[in-house]
Structure formats: C-alpha cells, structure tokens
C-alpha cells in the first residue's frame, strides 16, 4: 500500500507561481514512479508530469513542458511540481499518483500516463486573471 498526500495549492494571480508537494509512504517498490495529474471542472483527468523516483528521468505532456517542473526528494519521500507562468487554464485539483517504475517505462515509451493505482486526495489550484 502507499499513501500519498497532497499540499500546496491555492490561489494565484495568472502570471505567479505555485509549487505543489506530494508526501509518499508505504511499500517503496509500488512508488517507484510518481506523476501529478489534473482535473478541471467539466473535463477529464490529465496527465502533466511523471518522475522516475531512481533516476529522476521526467516526462511532461507537451502543453506544460517549460512552465511546470516536476523534482524528487527521496530523502523526504516527497515529489513537487513546481508550476510557473500560471495561466487562468491552469486551475483545476492537482492529484498525486505513484506506482511502480513500469508506469515510467510505459509513459515515456507511449507518450500517455496509463492507468496509476494509487492517489492522493487533490489539492486545489486556482488561477485568476
């Protein structure tokens, strides 16, 4: 099992910056890789970035690559998102994900973030205009 826990969100005016954290624990193999997802209202879940917890390889989907930065502590079992140049289509909950590292081997190899088991509660980003 693996918890996971979110915080950092908040509200922001567009053009700011925010870094969100995600606390880990549990089984070290199921976290092998971790991601943050987002969720806008009134649209599906996406996937912004991905971090091999080992290495420390990233992937990013193409509509964050240079604003939003993803990083690892292992020492804190802790992954950040740090997200700059906000946007007013940024705001939407941010989620926490991990799984073992053949989620990171898929994702790079796919270009898509596949199906993560375990989740965070969210932490909500808002960003005005």
């Known amino acids: 099992q693996v918890q996971l826990v979110e915080s950092g969100g908040g509200s922001v005016q567009a053009g700011g910056s925010l870094t969100l954290s995600c606390a880990a624990s549990?089984?070290?193999?199921?976290?092998?890789?971790m991601a943050w997802f987002r969720q806008a209202p009134g649209k599906e879940r996406e996937g912004v970035a991905v971090?091999?917890?080992?290495?420390?390889?990233?992937y990013y989907s193409d509509s964050e690559k240079g604003r939003f930065t993803i990083s690892r502590d292992n020492a804190k079992n802790t992954v950040y998102l740090q997200m700059n140049s906000l946007k007013p289509e940024d705001t939407a909950m941010y989620y926490c994900?991990?799984?073992?590292?053949?989620?990171?081997?898929?994702?790079?190899?796919?270009?898509?973030?596949?199906?993560?088991?375990?989740w965070g509660q969210g932490t909500q980003v808002s960003v005005s205009s």
């Open positions: 994900a991990a799984d073992s590292v053949r989620l990171c081997v898929f994702t790079v190899s796919t270009g898509t973030f596949g199906t993560w088991n375990y």
């Open positions: 971090i091999h917890m080992g290495g420390g390889s990233t």
């Open positions: 549990g089984d070290t193999y199921s976290r092998g890789c």
